[in-house]
């Protein structure tokens, strides 16, 4: 960010797509907001106007009825008053972030202040990282800063491709980004040991590529959620009717294989809290996660799986985490994934660095007021397993090229 902003027309692209409340369009967290204000601050004081694009949420791909798209519940101006409460200074809206609208008000903006522009994926080029849209995205700009880490996975026009237009002394990465990205390779450098990935949620098939990559890094994964029960069923457990991908038993077989040729210590949850349907209110009985009765399904780790959990967490030097262990949205299965977020905390304490990505896992650090706990708690969820996943994210390269 060591660039000259007095007087510039800096384009900032942030990764605002926050969850906001049905029907009232409240923000109901705003982490991504404030995770970018220093950047938009330092931009602010060094003499810099600011313009700023982001999409939110998936607009094209929930349509209304009629085939238009829903502007009433995905625009940005739902984010005006905030933002400006934020940045201590008024908030200009472009009701369109291309075309002769955004080109006046960008055009007119002067030192100090702001310009927001409208979701960025009302337009179709966006998605495709089309290059007329990235085009005239850059033709407001004098600067290019890209601090929308949670979007750097994705090749899109304003992620993407508008850094084309601009050369690298016209572009850089914003703090944000440059914050997720050394915290990242802190665990993927040249770690602390010994170094425990906690990778945990629904689906082998979502975390397989991480979690190969920390049979090549780590000391000991520990592996929950619905995943885990593959594993389970791959050596021959009974695992009634948890969630399981059939056709990755192989793989399964494969990882656990791997890992005892290197070393590597995985750790499965000796047991769990069954329930006997996937609803908040079902019965629950607490079994061993190889032998679930028929009819029963593992919805979160039990008291044993916590206890041998935490101890391998709490002798870490360096943690990464990633997914739930259990159903964390429903109260009954959430205890497990809370149990973890405070053996991290406690490690991180006792001295260890820890990073936590993801949203069911950021959302129980933050739950449990454990966010200052944390070493690092990233703003990418998507983006950040990518980048664990030792894939180049565009958005990244597109600032280094
Ligand atoms: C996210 O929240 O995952 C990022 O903002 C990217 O959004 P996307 O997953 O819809 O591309
Ligand atoms: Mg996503």
Not at 163 to 173: E, G, I, L, N, P
Request: with cysteine; glycine share 10%; hydrophobic share 45%.
């Amino acid at each position: 960010m060591n660039l000259n902003f007095q007087h510039k027309r800096v384009l900032v692209r942030v990764d605002f797509n926050v969850p906001l409340e049905k029907g009232t369009f409240r923000i109901t967290d705003d982490t991504r907001m404030r995770a970018a204000l220093p950047t938009l601050r330092a931009i602010l004081d060094g003499g810099g106007a600011l313009i700023l694009m982001s999409h939110l949420d998936r607009p094209l791909k929930k349509l209304k009825e009629d085939g238009t798209i829903d502007v009433q519940r995905f625009t940005l101006r739902h984010l005006i008053a905030h933002l400006s409460e934020l940045l201590g200074r008024p908030v200009q809206f472009a009701e369109n972030c291309l075309g002769e609208i955004a080109a006046e008000k960008a055009a007119a903006l002067k030192s100090g202040e702001v310009l927001l522009l409208e979701n960025t994926r009302f337009h179709k080029g966006e998605e495709k990282g089309d290059e007329v849209m990235a085009k005239q995205l850059a033709s407001l700009g004098d600067i290019y800063v890209n601090d929308a880490f949670g979007t750097a996975h994705r090749a899109h026009a304003s992620t993407t491709t508008i850094a084309k237009f601009f050369d690298k002394s016209h572009k850089t990465f914003g703090f944000l980004m440059q914050a997720e990205i050394n915290n990242a390779n802190k665990v993927l450098g040249n770690p602390e040991r010994p170094l425990t990935a906690i990778i945990g949620g629904a689906k082998v098939s979502d975390k397989i590529l991480v979690l190969e990559r920390m049979l090549d890094l780590a000391d000991s994964v520990i592996v929950g959620g619905g995943m885990a029960y593959t594993f389970w069923k791959a050596q021959g457990g009974n695992i009634g009717s948890s969630l399981c991908e059939d056709e990755k038993l192989d793989l399964a077989k494969t990882v656990l294989a791997k890992a005892e040729a290197k070393g590597v210590k995985i750790y499965l949850p000796i047991d769990s809290i069954a329930a006997d349907r996937f609803d908040a209110e079902a019965n629950t009985q607490t079994v061993a996660s190889n032998a679930i009765p028929t009819g029963w399904m593992g919805l979160d780790i039990a008291t044993q799986a916590i206890e041998t959990f935490g101890e391998v967490i709490r002798n870490a030097q360096t943690i990464l985490w990633n997914g739930p262990m259990g159903v964390f949205e429903m109260e009954k299965f959430a205890n497990g994934t809370r149990e973890v977020a405070q053996a991290v905390a406690d490690a991180t304490q006792a001295g260890a660095f820890s990073l936590v990505g993801g949203g069911d896992s950021v959302a129980a650090v933050n739950q449990m007021g454990l966010e200052d706990s944390i070493s690092y708690v990233s703003t990418g969820g998507g983006a950040m397993l990518e980048f664990l996943e030792g894939k180049e994210l565009p958005g990244i390269a597109a600032i280094n090229a």
